[in-house]
């Protein structure tokens, strides 16, 4: 079982920059792909990036693509969210989980508490 903590989440303004962080913590945390869910107030949640369990591949929901970037480094345990050119419209709470399997886009575990990322116009 992998327990998940995000972090990184804000505010900022519409073409900025945030970068989340995902620490995991169980020494099975580099078996998994993982990936990013995000849920905007008044939606279901919904799949955003996975990277798999060695890092060497990724994908993307087509909305983020070539903003965002999943990278992980599993000596930390921990997975990234690097997001650029933010828009109004990616205001929602960030959510990490395992992705079970790899290319589902299904979370396979228990949600953590989420970190806030507002975007302003």
């Known amino acids: 079982q992998v327990q998940l903590v995000e972090s990184g989440g804000g505010l900022v303004q519409a073409g900025g920059s945030l970068r989340l962080s995902c620490a995991a913590s169980?020494?099975?945390?580099?078996?998994?792909?993982m990936a990013w869910f995000r849920q905007a107030p008044g939606k279901e949640r919904e799949f955003v990036a996975a990277?798999?369990?060695?890092?060497?591949?990724?994908y993307y929901a087509d909305s983020i693509k070539g903003r965002f970037t999943i990278s992980r480094t599993n000596v930390k345990n921990t997975v990234y969210l690097q997001m650029n050119s933010l828009k109004p419209e990616d205001t929602a709470v960030y959510y990490c989980?395992?992705?079970?399997?790899?290319?589902?886009?299904?979370?396979?575990?228990?949600w953590g508490q989420g970190t806030r990322v507002t975007v302003s116009s």
């Open positions: 989980n395992t992705e079970v399997p790899y290319g589902s886009g299904h979370a396979g575990g228990s």
């Open positions: 169980g020494r099975t945390f580099s078996n998994y792909a």
């Open positions: 990277i798999s369990w060695s890092g060497a591949r990724t």
